[in-house]
């Protein structure tokens, strides 16, 4: 069974400060990995897609690296804003076509 | 393009009723729907996949008389909680894949279900 496991739970970063979020799978058969943003009470917005094929996906300030056969993606995102706060989560789309979601990351960026 | 909508946003009903949430695709054809629920400070959890034009799979440990899904058309799949208490009380997120081969999901706005 697929484990997807972010880490950390929450992190707090002062403005301008690069984020690093963390997310790790237990099963390397899948075909895609997907990075979402959600702000409170509201729906997800898909933010990065990576293919197993590749190997990252870049989109503006953000960088999402995949490493499928050591279980792990990283989502980097360049100079923190206040408008970053949010929960990241990252979900993988397996070969049962469904996919599964990490707990997420809580994101804190102070003034 | 790809645009999944949800109605309702939200909405708060009295135990014993059912409720019903409309997943729209608006500039596709989704042959295929997901239905996901969030509890408060949790991850969302597959309840059940839907086809249009067959009955959808429920995942382990959802009722699916209690859940019921229909996926009518390629852009519409509703989910009905029906005799609602409230533990049901949560937010119910669509997801639709069109029908081109892609494997990308789109999600929809979610919906806030509460149950008094």
């Known amino acids: 069974k697929q484990e997807v496991t972010q880490i950390p739970a929450a992190l707090s970063v002062p403005e301008g400060e690069n984020l690093v979020l963390n997310c790790s799978f237990t099963?390397?058969?899948?075909?895609?990995l997907q990075w979402f943003r959600q702000d409170p009470g509201k729906g997800l917005t898909s933010l990065l897609l990576?293919?197993?094929?590749?190997r990252e996906q870049t989109s503006g300030r953000l960088n999402a690296s995949l490493d499928k056969s050591s279980g792990r993606s990283t989502l980097y995102i360049a100079a923190s804003q206040p408008g970053d706060s949010a929960t990241y989560l990252c979900?993988?789309?397996?070969?049962?076509?469904?996919?599964?979601f990490g707990a997420g990351t809580q994101v804190v960026v102070t003034p | 393009g790809a645009v999944v909508s949800q109605h309702p946003s939200w909405v708060i009903c009295k135990s014993g009723t059912s409720v019903k949430i409309e997943c729209r695709s608006l500039d596709f054809q989704a042959t295929t729907m997901f239905w996901y629920r969030q509890f408060p400070k949790q991850s969302l959890m597959l309840m059940a996949t839907?086809?249009?034009?067959?009955?959808?799979?429920?995942e382990q440990g959802v009722e699916k008389d209690k859940f019921l899904i229909n996926h009518a058309s390629l852009t519409l799949s509703t989910l009905t909680v029906t005799s609602a208490h409230p533990e049901d009380s949560s937010f119910y997120i669509c997801s639709a894949r069109d029908g081109k081969g892609s494997n990308e999901q789109f999600f929809g706005p979610g919906t806030r279900l509460t149950v008094l």
């Open positions: 990576i293919q197993s094929s590749q």
């Open positions: 839907s086809n249009e034009g067959s009955k959808a799979t429920y």
């Open positions: 099963d390397s058969a899948i075909y895609n």
């Open positions: 979900a993988v789309l397996g070969s049962w076509g469904k996919l599964q």
